[in-house]
Nanobody, 124 residues
Framework: EVLLVESGGGSVQAGGSLRLSCAAS?????MAWFRQAPGAEREGVAS????????IYAASVKDRITISHDNTKATLYLQMNSLKPEDTAVYYC????????????????????WGQGTQVTVSS
């Protein structure tokens, strides 16, 4: 069992920055950030193999975000810069304990464990 608790969401003006955190309890092999805007599908933003640091990003955000992991704190981070109103969404942390096909690294089907989500609102 893996428990995930996100924090760091909030309201920011366009062009601003936020850093989200996700504290994990239990063993994790892969972790990721997803987001879901109202009326939209949940989409993968970034994923990381926590023991190697290898990361992948969604093309739509890769120039503005950085995923990182602190092994000593078992915490995943998402640094988001140059935020846009279209980044407004609930952001979810996800984790799994096993490898998966690469096509599922940014697919919600590739993860068994989810946090409760944290709201990010970007105003213009």
């Amino acid at each position: 069992e893996v428990l995930l608790v996100e924090s760091g969401g909030g309201s920011v003006q366009a062009g601003g920055s936020l850093r989200l955190s996700c504290a994990a309890s239990g063993y994790t092999y892969r972790m990721a950030w997803f987001r879901q805007a109202p009326g939209a599908e949940r989409e993968g933003v970034a994923s990381m193999y926590v023991h190697t640091g290898k990361a992948i990003y969604a093309a739509s955000v890769k120039d503005r975000i950085t995923i990182s992991h602190d092994n000593t704190k078992a915490t995943l981070y998402l640094q988001m810069n140059s935020l846009k109103p279209e980044d407004t969404a609930v952001y979810y942390c996800a984790a799994d304990t096993a490898p998966v096909a690469s096509r599922l690294l940014l697919d919600r089907a590739g993860y068994h464990y989810w946090g409760q989500g944290t709201q990010v609102t970007v105003s213009s």
